[in-house]
């Protein structure tokens, strides 16, 4: 059972992996957006952009490790 609920948790397909990012980017720019009232000018613009990068960095590598799963996947379906 414990099972069952803890492949609830994994990122199987792109799609998936594409709707984590758009809420990952959308709490970022809200997060963001609260640096900007917060700290006006230069400091609270760097601090949104820092949220915002953090972001794609983020998709970058969670959209990476569904490719290399995907290719081990296929390697152990090849070899054994």
Do not use: H, N
């Not at 009232?37 to 590598?61: E, H, I, M, S």
């Amino acid at each position: 059972m414990l099972r069952r609920i803890s492949r609830l948790f994994v990122i199987k397909t792109r799609v998936e992996a594409l709707v984590i990012i758009y809420a990952l980017a959308l709490g970022a720019t809200t997060r963001g957006a609260s640096y900007l009232d917060q700290f006006p000018g230069w400091g609270g613009w760097t601090l949104f952009f820092a949220c915002t990068v953090a972001v794609f960095l983020a998709g970058a590598k969670i959209l990476d490790c569904l490719e290399f799963e995907r290719k081990e996947r296929e390697e152990a379906e090849t070899d054994g």
